[in-house]
C-alpha cells in the first residue's frame, strides 16, 4: 500500500533552516510528483512546490520560492523539503503528498516544524 | 492568479441532514483541474474528488460533486458523524491553490 512517511517534530530559531524528509513506499517513487503543503496552526492549507522525482523539476509558490528548496533521492525513494531563514509565521505542520496529475492523492503525516527563539 | 472562495466558513448540521458546500473560484477555470479533499483534526487531508467530479478511490457515493466555470459544489447528501470535518476545494491547473476550507459541524 502506499505510505509516506514524514521525519519527526523540529524546533529551529528564527533564521535558521530546516529539512522535512517524506519516505515513500508502495509504488514506483519516480511515476508520481511529490508536493508539500503547509498548515499553520488552526488555519487552511498551504500549498508549498512541487517536485518530479522523475526529472528533479521543480515548481513553488511565490511566497516561498526564495526559500524552499526541494530535492528527491531515488535510490531511497525520499523526497526533502528544505526551508531556509524561518521567520515565526513559518511555524506550521509540513505536509508531502503523492501527486498525480495536479492532484494530491496520498499524504504524509504531517511534521511539526516550530519557530521560536 | 485564481483565488478559490468556499462558503459558508461553517455549516452547523445534524447526522442525515444534507450539506450543500461551494467553492467558487475568482475566474473560469476548467473543471479538469478542481479537487476536494477533507480534513479531520489531527489528521492529513484526504482526497475526496478529482477533475471536479470524479470520486477518489473508497469514497462512499453520499459525496457527490459537480460543477464548472466559476462554481463547484460538494453535497453530501446525508450526513454520518464522521463526515464532520473540514472541507477544502482545490485547484491545480498552471497554479496551485486552497480554498480556506468550510467546517461542517454537528
Known amino acids: 500500500q502506499v505510505q509516506l512517511v514524514q521525519s519527526g517534530a523540529e524546533v529551529k530559531k528564527p533564521g535558521a533552516s530546516v529539512k522535512v524528509s517524506c519516505k515513500a513506499s508502495?509504488?514506483?517513487?519516480?511515476?508520481?510528483?511529490i508536493s508539500w503543503v503547509r498548515q499553520a496552526p488552526g488555519q487552511g492549507l498551504e500549498w508549498m512546490g512541487w517536485i518530479s522525482p522523475y526529472s528533479g523539476n521543480t515548481m513553488s509558490a511565490q511566497k516561498v520560492q526564495d526559500r524552499v528548496t526541494m530535492t528527491t533521492d531515488t535510490a531511497t525513494s525520499t523526497a526533502y523539503m528544505e526551508l531556509r531563514s524561518l521567520k515565526s509565521d513559518d511555524t506550521a505542520i509540513y505536509f508531502c503528498?503523492?501527486?498525480?496529475?495536479?492532484?494530491?492523492?496520498?499524504w504524509g503525516q504531517g511534521t511539526l516544524v516550530t519557530v521560536s527563539s | 492568479e485564481i483565488v478559490l472562495t468556499q462558503s459558508p466558513g461553517t455549516l452547523s448540521l445534524s447526522p442525515g441532514e444534507r450539506a450543500t458546500l461551494s467553492c467558487r473560484a475568482s475566474?473560469?477555470?476548467?473543471?479538469?483541474?478542481l479537487a476536494w479533499y477533507q480534513q479531520k483534526p489531527g489528521q492529513a487531508p484526504r482526497l475526496l474528488f478529482y477533475?471536479?467530479?470524479n470520486r477518489a478511490t473508497g469514497i462512499p457515493d453520499r459525496f457527490s460533486a459537480s460543477g464548472s466555470g466559476t462554481d463547484f459544489p460538494l453535497t453530501i447528501s446525508r450526513l454520518e458523524p464522521e463526515d464532520f470535518a473540514v472541507y477544502y476545494c482545490q485547484y491545480y491547473g498552471n497554479s496551485r491553490t486552497f480554498g480556506q476550507g468550510t467546517k461542517v459541524e454537528i
Open positions: 475566474q473560469s477555470v476548467s473543471s479538469s483541474y
Open positions: 503528498a503523492r501527486t498525480y496529475s495536479g492532484y494530491e492523492d496520498f
Open positions: 508502495g509504488y514506483t517513487f519516480t511515476s508520481y510528483g
Open positions: 477533475g471536479a467530479s
